[in-house]
């Protein structure tokens, strides 16, 4: 079975701190995720100094400052931050990849080595972007967040146009609210994907908690992709909808053994595990009382109890009334040899 493959997003939850990033590899690393996820972006490049924050950005910041570009401008990730993170990276055996946000920036992780590339949920309509990634021919994984089933279809259209390849696309249903509703989670859509694009699907997680990624990959998901913090109660647009270390771990480890639950052949057969309980927990045939050569077996002189050692229930009716050829012991397992 193809295994998940978790993304742990810190995003911008460094706060512009260095440290804070470390910190963040550290965690995705204990956490054992596959990926941890950081944002590449020059903020003059991606919004006008007249853009406004989103209500969440807003609500989660509340600075009384409701400029956007303010905002993105103390997030940026320094370019040599991106090499030393990824040394870092490799120091705790996690990958690293960021998601760049305009064309210089999938020019520098492409000359970093990134194998993915992340296209986020705001730029799924923008062509151009779309087409230079799919110039690069690496793995590309695109969120769908706001985005409805025509506009996933152009969208991929676009990408294999330029020359994307579809086996090297997942597609991850997502929803572009910090933190996500569930009444707005709509999983059932990332099996619509699955069916009207044949790609591989996965899901990026904006819920508070780890149930409905666990859910995403008992549901078919094989990417998962989940924003974490080392303190949800930092300032900055997205800490409040992220998971703490110790959340990210264990939504790990339920992903781990989801995928194990769900790995099996599909045939329903006794289990490896459980074969050696059979005999101990199924029932068998057995007398109730002393009988006498001669007795002929009626339904009320039989017990069913444990163990299952000897003749199926199934076959009770076998032998009743039939005629005993042996004497027969009270709680005796009844016997082929009881009878003529």
Known sequence: ?????????????????????????????????DYVKFQTFKADKIVSKEAKKADYQIKNIN????????????????????????DYAKSKNIQ???????????????KLGIEIFKIPS?????????????????EIILSTGMANILEIKEAI???????AKRNKISILHCNTEYPTPMKDVNLKAMNEIAKEFDVRIGYSDHTLGIEIPIAAVAMGAKVIEKHFTIDR???????????EPSELKAMVDAIRNV????????IKEASESERKNIQVVRKSL???????????????????????????????????GKELSAPAKANEPLSENHFV
């Open 1 to 33: 079975m193809e295994k998940v493959i978790i993304i742990a997003e810190a995003g911008v939850n460094h706060n512009g701190d260095f440290e804070i990033a470390k910190k963040l590899v550290d965690a995705a690393a204990a956490a054992k995720a």
């Open 63 to 86: 600075d009384n400052d409701d400029s956007q570009y303010a905002m993105l401008k103390k997030l940026e990730l320094p370019d040599e931050w991106h090499y030393l993170l990824l």
């Open 96 to 110: 690293f990849l960021s998601t760049g946000f305009d064309i210089e920036s999938i020019d520098f992780l492409d």
């Open 122 to 138: 705001g730029e799924l309509t923008n062509r151009p972007y779309l087409e230079y990634i799919a110039r690069k021919n690496k």
């Open 157 to 163: 259209e676009v990408l294999i146009h330029a020359g």
């Open 233 to 243: 109660t930092l300032n900055g647009p997205d800490h409040l909808a992220s998971l």
């Open 259 to 266: 995928e194990m639950a769900i790995s099996g052949n599909g």
């Open 286 to 320: 057995h007398f109730k009382h002393d009988l006498n050569i001669g007795h002929i077996l009626k339904e009320d002189d039989i017990l069913i109890v444990r163990p299952g050692t000897g003749i199926s229930p199934m076959k009770i009716y076998n032998f009743i």
